[in-house]
């Protein structure tokens, strides 16, 4: 999975805050957790397509690319590319320039869960790992 730098514009392709997204505190270092610090990956996406027809995408009208990129980091490196390649416009009646409280926090919950499914797994899967590399 590869994840591209954007900018966001207005209408005309001005620059807007917060201007360029592109998570420069990604670091080599932190690996797999990266895309658990961050409440969606940005755009564009590009799947490498065989994994992706093995992984379960959840049929939710919103941040299935996110659930996905999490379970991909699970065991594989996200690619970043750090200069810009896609203006993201907003405007005024932009589907997501005007969410309701209510939305916006819906949408955070549903994020958090993902969060949590995700963590719930890593950490079994390190408890196996512990417990299958424990011979005393």
């Known amino acids: 999975m590869v994840v591209g730098t954007y900018m966001m514009t207005d209408f005309t392709l001005q620059m807007i805050p917060p201007g360029i997204i592109d998570h420069r505190e990604w670091t080599p270092g932190n690996g797999p957790n990266n895309a658990l610090r961050v409440n969606g990956l940005g755009a564009p996406r590009a799947f490498y397509t065989p994994l ?12 299935e690319d996110y659930a996905v990129g999490l379970k991909i980091s699970r065991e594989y ?20 320039a ?13 994020k958090d869960r993902i969060r949590t499914w995700e963590l719930t797994a890593r950490i079994a899967i390190n408890q ?3 417990h299958d590399g424990d011979h005393s």
């Open 128 to 130: 196996k790992q512990n």
């Open 98 to 110: 005007s969410l309701t409280i209510e939305t916006i926090n819906r949408y955070n919950t549903y």
């Open 77 to 96: 490196r996200i690619g970043r590319i750090y200069e810009v390649i896609y203006l993201c416009r907003r405007w005024e009646d932009n589907s997501d």
């Open 52 to 63: 992706l027809r093995e992984i379960r995408l959840p049929d939710t009208s919103y941040s």
